[in-house]
């Protein structure tokens, strides 16, 4: 948890500054937490490339599962 916390913080920092970070992760609550842009890679394929306002108020699971399902 105290690794998991330090990254976020690093990348919001970096953000902040404004300096584009690339997060690959599977933890999708981090992507809601601390991006604004993400992409959804698929069996090889990008299957979405959205603001995270694209969500309309579904969970990161949900707006994910619509996508690869």
Excluded: W, Y
Aim: with cysteine; glycine share 8%; charged share 25%.
């Amino acid at each position: 948890p105290l690794g998991r916390k330090m990254v976020k913080d690093l990348v919001s920092e970096l953000h902040n500054d404004g300096a584009p970070v690339f997060l690959n992760t599977h933890i999708l609550g981090d992507v809601a937490d601390i991006c604004d842009r993400f992409a959804i890679l698929h069996q090889g394929r990008v299957v979405a490339d959205e603001m995270t306002s694209a969500f309309h108020g579904r969970s990161v699971e949900e707006f994910f599962l619509s996508h690869v399902s």
